[in-house]
C-alpha cells in the first residue's frame, strides 16, 4: 500500500509510547541516511520517551507501531480529513460511494446550425430550379451525379485500392440524366449499357492486374449513383413533373426527418446495430408515420388525381426505401472505415451522405405515380 494513499492522523499506542512517523521509522531512527526524526506533536502532544512500547533497538520500526490506525469518530481531528482518508484507501470497507453522475442530454452528433443552414440554402435552389426552368434542375441533378461518383471512386480508391474508371462513369452518367429526361426511360437503359460498356474498354489501358475487380466496381457504381438518379428526370419530364419530383423529396425529407426525431427523443431498441448503431426501432415508427401523414397530404393536394389512400400508401413505401437506402450507404462506409464520404457539405458530410435516402427511393416513387396516376 502506498504511504501517500493514507491520510489518517495516527493513535497514540497503548501506554503512552512514542507516535510513529509518517515516513515508516521510529523516532531516533535512521531512514535513508537522515538524522534522527522529531516525534510530531499537535493534537496528541508529545510522546511519552519513557514507554516500554518503542520499537525495537537500532532504528528497526516495529510493524505494530508504524501501520497507521484510522481514527475513529470523536478521537478528534476533521471529519472531512477522516473522510477523504478513508475514501483514498481502496480496501476501506467504508469507502463513501461516489455521488450519481447526472444524465448526459442527448447530443445530435453533428453542427445543427451548419447541417440547417446548408440544408436551407440547397432547399432553395432545388426549389427555384424545379419551378423556374427544369432545364436548369436536371443540370442540377447531373452535377450532383458526378460529384457523388468521384466521392465514391476516391473512397474506394483510398481504402481498398480500387481502381474505377472515373472519367467514363461521370460522362455517362451526366448523359444518363439528360437520355432519362428526353426519351425516357428506353433513353436511360441504353445510356446505362453504354457508359458499363465504356468503363469495360477504359479499364483495358492500365495493367490488367485487378481488371475484374475494378470494372465490377464500375458498373456497381454507374448502377447505384446515375441509374437510380434518373429516375428523378423521369419524374421530371411528366406534365406535372415539378410536383411529382418535390412529392418525392418531401417525403424522404420527412421520412429521414421523422425517424431522427423521434429516435432522438424515444429511441431505446437497435434497428441494425451491426451497419448502423444509431438507427432504433422508434425512428422507423417515427420514419413510417410522418411519412405516411406527408404523403395523404401531398396526394390529395399536389398530384392531379391523387388521393389520399394512395399517399398512406406511397408514404408506407418511401419510409422503407429511404431506411434501406441509409443502411446501405452505412454498410459500404462500415465496410470502408469511415464516417461520411465527403467533407463538401458542412453538417451533412458529402454529397453522397445526402443521396443515400435519395437515390434508392426515386425508383419507388416513380413506379407508385405512375401506377396511381399514369406517365403524366
Not at 484507501?89 to 443552414?117: F, N
Not at 432545364?135 to 452535377?143: D, E, P, S
Amino acid at each position: 500500500m502506498n504511504d501517500s494513499s493514507w491520510r489518517a492522523r495516527p493513535m497514540p499506542p497503548a501506554g503512552g509510547g512514542p507516535v510513529p512517523h509518517a515516513d515508516g521509522g521510529a523516532p531516533g531512527g535512521a531512514r535513508g541516511g537522515r538524522g534522527p526524526v522529531p516525534p510530531p506533536t499537535g493534537f496528541w502532544g508529545p510522546p511519552d520517551q519513557g514507554s516500554a512500547s518503542a520499537g525495537p533497538a537500532h532504528g528497526t520500526p516495529d510493524p505494530q507501531q508504524t501501520r497507521p490506525m484510522p481514527t475513529v469518530p470523536g478521537s478528534g481531528g476533521n471529519q472531512d480529513d477522516r473522510d477523504r482518508g478513508a475514501a483514498r484507501h481502496s480496501g476501506s470497507p467504508s469507502q463513501p460511494s461516489q455521488p450519481p453522475t447526472p444524465p448526459q442530454k442527448k447530443r445530435a452528433g453533428r453542427d445543427l446550425r451548419a447541417a440547417i443552414g446548408v440544408g436551407l440554402g440547397l432547399g432553395v435552389v432545388i426549389i427555384a430550379s424545379l419551378f423556374i426552368v427544369k432545364a436548369v434542375f436536371v443540370g442540377v441533378i447531373a452535377a450532383a451525379v458526378v460529384v457523388g461518383l468521384w466521392e465514391l471512386s476516391s473512397r474506394l480508391s483510398e481504402k481498398k485500392y480500387i481502381r474505377i474508371p472515373l472519367v467514363p462513369l461521370a460522362v455517362g452518367g451526366a448523359a444518363m440524366v439528360v437520355a432519362g429526361y428526353l426519351r425516357g426511360a428506353e433513353g436511360a437503359f441504353v445510356t446505362m449499357a453504354l457508359t458499363a460498356l465504356a468503363a469495360l474498354v477504359w479499364r483495358m489501358a492500365e495493367p490488367p492486374e485487378d481488371y475484374l475487380r475494378d470494372v465490377t466496381a464500375g458498373v456497381f457504381a454507374a448502377f447505384y449513383v446515375p441509374f437510380l438518379a434518373t429516375f428523378v428526370a423521369l419524374m421530371l419530364a411528366a406534365e406535372d413533373g415539378a410536383w411529382r419530383v418535390l412529392t418525392f423529396l418531401l417525403l424522404t425529407v420527412v421520412s429521414d426527418t421523422g425517424a431522427y426525431a423521434i429516435g432522438w427523443r424515444f429511441g431505446r431498441h437497435k434497428l441494425a446495430p451491426r451497419i448502423s448503431p444509431g438507427k432504433t426501432r422508434e425512428g422507423l415508427v417515427g420514419a413510417v408515420a410522418f411519412a405516411m401523414a406527408a404523403g395523404a397530404l401531398c396526394m390529395e393536394f399536389l398530384i392531379d388525381g391523387g388521393r389520399w389512400w394512395q399517399g398512406l400508401l406511397l408514404g408506407l413505401a418511401v419510409a422503407a426505401s429511404a431506411t434501406l437506402g441509409d443502411l446501405g450507404e452505412s454498410m459500404i462506409k462500415r465496410d470502408l472505415g469511415i464516417k461520411d464520404m465527403g467533407r463538401l457539405l458542412p453538417g451533412h458530410g458529402g454529397i453522397m451522405d445526402r443521396l443515400d435516402s435519395l437515390l434508392p427511393t426515386a425508383p419507388v416513387v416513380w413506379l407508385l405515380l405512375v401506377i396511381f396516376v399514369g406517365g403524366g
